[in-house]
């Protein structure tokens, strides 16, 4: 099938645990392939979005000026952006940051903290590594999003509905039991 | 420095231990040692036989309490918009360049603290601030040099030489440079008024009568919520009970309102006599007035109208010669809580607790202060009550329209040459009375305060009336050249401060929406977020436990229904993928210098941005 929509998936400052589950919907990844074709996704480790991408899931929020760079990459290249799972939506873990000033954090991080080794005091700063945020900001705070997936993670039955209904143009279908948190 | 334990104990003691006063207590406390210390309130707990946590619970609360010394003289500066719109800015950089302090700090000789306070009640002469409980208006950049000159030097505010005000504010007892600024007297709260006679008239009738009197005056609560008094009275008398109550609201924190303060100053004795009619009206022989911390000042004078009164067996036993009824009045001071003047926090606050709202139903009339039937009004409705008694329902309604019979008095402040305390018969028009007040050029009307509805040029031909305009009396005029959206954002500043923090919706959504809407004025708002502010204004709406949260989003949810454009000329449009509201150099600008290097992607905030 030559003309299926194109799916990308990112990760960015989150855990990965967000594609985990999407790697949870097991064998239905088999169907999925039937509806979409898979661009830039760590899952066949295409590092760049090769064309026009029908939807775009985001896992994590962002924390560094490179999070913020693909985010853009992400919005101008995808139809629709969904934030998948409480890093991408709310900061979550790494935006615990937030209410430490950076200074502190990195000090803490790697001349301060009770397990440091670090003989030389420095802060790690290659040209490489990208520069960190300010704080650490949930997605749509960057860009505009179209649609929140909340959940750490959003199960994988979450990810199939809301994928299957975009992709089908049905409604959605997220019963209660996917939708709560306790 | 008193010593904070002993003191405690002292003044509990004064109260016979009474954990049903700890307010006074707490007041007594911070006034004797100048704060409510950690030792203070083991004391108190201990005393009382109260657990600690509650205790701490009230003090913590209100903010005229505090935990370690403020400086001698604490100066409390109105920051109320229509302050703020008459030159606060340039007393604020006085007052810095004075003591040498920023606002929340105090001197290092502990002789001065600044602090910021909301609506003092001064309005109609701002800039005004308290320095203790002593109030000053129209504060001046000269008056700031004066007033610090003049403490340092005599430690002692009576040196300060403040102009007497007009009417009662001169009264030995109260001299103090406010301001009646009473422009226009009505028949009902500004009339002469002789002691006892509505009193005389009513203990003439049967209490069902009574009430039947003032149902048929058609008199509704004038403190905003417009609930019928007749039937408020009916449900207290028959609703069971071994003690029943009357509260008077005197706490008017609204921002803009100031009419009760001047009621107070020029006819406390007809609000007295308003509640000793209810007290017979309703079978209740206690009475309690709520005066905001604010209007301390007003203490003494207060206790002498009512020591009057009991001389002349206007309170008491055997009132007037009527054997069997008794009633006598306390006057419960608040210490600068926004919420007390919510009747169920309010209530909570008599009680001696923290002034968080109580779950209605039961509403007051079943289960009020101390969990009895209590009947609390407003100071205006009060004596319009024993007006209505002494004259007949018939005369109160053929004043006003049929839906809001009598006058209303109404607190104007802002753009206008005539501001200060107007009673008028309900169903003026807008127009009409920015006439009376001498405001030309006016942009904007806010009605009922920070709560209330801000209303364009569209809607000034719209009557006062429960039924079109409702409000318990503040009246903001906002003239040409005005931001709207500032003022707004004024509002929303207010009541993210004066949020009690009890439910989520209030104390998130109030931040949030203030966050949103300065969006808008630093050019960062998108059209989405328009979309955003009704969304959460709703939720915070509808959410919101007590009334303070369900009006806390009127500000913005008024101002979108009625200079919507106001919103929209603002909203940036600038071909970026990122939202306005984000600046990818601004985010990476610390790490940038703490690096010593450029973003990669982003350049610096000096620099453009590399693609």
Known sequence: MANKPKLATVSLAGCFGCHMSVLDIDDRILELIELVEFDRSPINDIKEIKGRCAVGIVEGGCCN?????????????????????????????????????????????????????????????????????????????????????????????????????????????????????? | MTDNASVSRQICGNFANDKGRLMDILLGVQAQAGCVAPEALDEIAKSLSMSRVEVESAATFYAFFSGAPRGRFVIRLCNDIIDQLHGMDRIVAAFRAELGIEFGQTTPDGLFSLEYTPCIGMSDQAPALLINSTVVTKVSTDMVHEIVQTLRVSKNLEQLKLTLGD????????????????????????????????????????????????????????????????????????????????????????????????ILTEAPGLMFEGMTIAGYAIGASEGIVYLRGEYAYLLPYLEDVLAKRRAAGLLGRDILGKSGFKFDIRIQLGAGAYVCGEETALLSSCEGKAGNPKTRPPFPAQKGYLDMPTVINNVETHCAAARIVENGPTWFTSMGTKSSSGTKVFSVSGDCSRPGVYEIPFGITVEELLTHVGASDTIAVQVGGASGRMIGPSEFNRPFCFDHLATGGSVMVFGKGRDLLAISHAFMDFFVEESCGYCTPCRAGTRLLQERLGRFLTGQAESADLDYLEKTGKTVKTASRCG????????????????????????????????????????????????????????????????
């Open chain 1, 65 to 182: 000026e490179e999070n913020v760079h693909v985010l853009k990459h992400f919005r101008e290249h995808c139809d629709v952006l969904i934030s998948t799972g409480d890093c991408a939506t709310m900061g979550g873990i790494p935006a615990l940051r937030n209410t430490i000033p950076l200074q502190e954090c990195l000090e803490e991080a790697y001349l301060k903290g009770p397990t440091v080794y670090n003989p030389r005091g420095k802060l790690p700063n290659d040209p490489e590594i990208p520069l960190l945020l300010d704080k650490v900001y949930p997605c749509h705070e960057v860009v505009k999003m179209d649609y929140h997936l909340p959940g750490c993670p959003p199960s994988a039955d979450t990810l199939w509905q809301a994928l299957v209904a975009l992709l089908t143009g049905k409604p959605i279908a997220l019963p209660y039991e996917l939708i709560k948190y306790d």
């Open chain 2, 167 to 262: 009417g009662n504010n001169s009264h030995p007892l109260v001299r103090s440079m406010v301001n009646n600024n009473l422009r226009e007297r009505g028949a009902v709260v500004f009339a002469p008024y002789t002691p006892g006679v509505a009193l005389q008239r009513a203990l003439s009738e049967q209490p069902v009568e009574l009430i039947r009197i003032v149902k048929a005056s058609r008199l509704r609560g004038r403190g905003g919520a417009g609930f019928p008094t007749g039937m408020k009275w009916e449900f207290t008398r028959a609703a069971a009970g071994e003690r029943k109550f009357i509260v008077c609201n005197a706490d008017e924190g609204e921002p803009g309102t100031f009419k009760d303060r001047v």
């Open chain 2, 548 to 611: 303070l949260g369900q009006t806390a989003a009127n500000p913005i949810l008024g101002t979108l229904q009625s200079f919507r454009p106001e919103y929209e000329r603002r909203i940036k449009t600038n071909g970026s993928v990122f939202l306005p509201s984000f600046d990818p150099r601004k985010a990476v600008a610390v790490a940038s210098s703490i690096a010593g290097r450029e973003s990669e992607q982003f350049g610096t905030q000096k620099g453009g941005v590399k693609q």
